[in-house]
């Protein structure tokens, strides 16, 4: 069976099917399923509906409740920190994103630290939320243990993504949405599949050193070693920056561990509950004058960026957000392809829970 | 002549006395005095004293007034739009960074935006001054152009640095400040005077391709074209995530310039004026929970991060802002090392300006 092409009305629906069968009630089915399938639809399978088995698992291994209630644990007129006790890692993300933008609509801004949640998805679906309020959106998350700090070589840190959004004019944000690690970890098992070297950069061995080897990586990956990892943003060592990656990744992990009281990426996915932490922000930007005036600026900047001078060969510079912007335009009117695992996935959980075929 | 060793206090003196003889009234002679440095007590050599010549030459182009007081353009009790009307950057900071300190004690954070600033030295000395108040700090500040987006070749955006800063036990905070280029000018002008070619992923040359060519990129960097310069952290294209440091360095022109209606990279230094802009936040760490919990939980996740595998040949991992703060308490006592070509400069000024020899 190879690739096929689905409505987004059609993949939402099954997918809630899907994860009410794991067990979500209805209302995080519902949400769970919009944030994999908008994944799919603006081209990051990465995040996408393939995700589902990974949800599964963290049900039947301990790591996520699928009828867990987030609580407050401290409130301040522009600040919430939560504990997610374990629970659905959109439901939980869109409890403490909502509180934020009710605060910075009250008073300005609001901001929340997270505790004890799972996987929320594609970290830019929440902060774009506040962007369509005129609000600047800001999403942190960290994750399982991946990566290794500048100078080590033991998987300490997570890929930690950041994002922000900003408004401008139209409706999309400019919104950077990026892991801090080089790569993600799905990059690498392209090149496993296709038979490829890594380029250098990308992930070092088990002694620290950079390495190219991709099967040999992913034994140890995968493996008990708890040696060997992704690098940072800059790659190894101080000579492209990679100090600085770190430093992001680290960041990320202060922010949402560390401001809750939660775990770091090290101790996530140990003892009850992966543990997830996130940070988000919302800031409105009426703090800083006129909104309109404020996009018209941010959009005037943009456009001039995408007017300066390319590469030889390149006709195109982009703004971050629109190559997702773009595809999900187009997905939504030809549809959302996925790739043969996935379908396979989908039909798998479609016999096991009687819902018929998707496709 | 080769490089001499002096005190901190009599540096900043003798700097305070230079700055003054430029034309800088008193209080901002001294506090810029401090600002130049505390760089080169830290070791940042690049944000030193041998930005004087710098400084003197901006306000010979117009693009500094020393005189000129900001102004409050706009104002609500959680944020501050500041014009600094082209006067002292350090100065603008310390004006704009108090007001957000002022702010987030009052009602739990703080921002400011400010355009027609000028260079306001390490982004870390404004947002260190927050986590001393046991508030996380923010500074970020948009600079002369330097630095290509992906798949571009024209110098549209500056070095763009990004500097947060996150209250930890003890005095000093994990403080990440890093351009958000791969490297600082700098680092290129050291390997031109050591005759070295450049690592590939530095810079590009005017076709938009990387070069490690020193003195061809040197001749493109300070010549007529518009074309070559900088790469952002990650690199040329998106194998290396390019596109993310590029990501970065944008939305700082987006705080920086976007939320203050002022100049970003691309406009500074033309006209009149430099037209810098900054962007700076405080956010009270009691938004999150009891202060003294929260900075023991920061400080135990560093010093589990200080004590992961080390790589093959390593026996150190660093916490960022660990470097500089040794380098300071080292230098605070032996005095600061400056090289010969700064010792040059401040002899220079010292003659011109009939202040005696510092050394």
New interface residues.
Partial sequence: MSGKIVSYEDLTAYVAKILAAFGYPLDRADITARVLVEADARGVASHGVARLSFYKKNIEGGFAVPTAEPSV??E????V?VDGNHGVGSYVADFAMQKCMDKAAE???G?A?VRNSNHYGMAGLWAEQAAKRDQIGLSFTNTRICA???????R??GTNP?C?A?PQEGDDP?M?D???T??AHGKIEVYERRGLDM?L??V?DE???GTTDTPHFQKLFWGAS??GGHLF???EGE???G???Y??G??V???C?????GR?S?KTFSGTGSGIAHFFGA?R?D???DPT??KR??SG??E??RN?????G?D?????GEKETEARARNMKQGITLDEATCTLLDKYGTAFDLGSLF
């Fill in positions: 644990v401290h301040t007129p522009m600040s920190v008073i300005g801004a901001f630290s290794i700090p500048t100078y080590g070589k033991e300490i840190l950041i922000v900003i400019f950077v990026m892991a801090t080089t790569v380029p950069g990308w070092v002694e620290g050193k708890p040696f943003l800059g790659g000579e492209h920056g100090h600085k990656g430093g992001l680290l960041l992990d202060l922010l561990a560390g401001l809750s009281m770091w090290f800031m930007m703090l800083f004058g005036e404020l600026h941010v900047i943009l001039e960026v300066s001078g390319k590469a030889e390149q195109r510079i982009y703004i971050h």
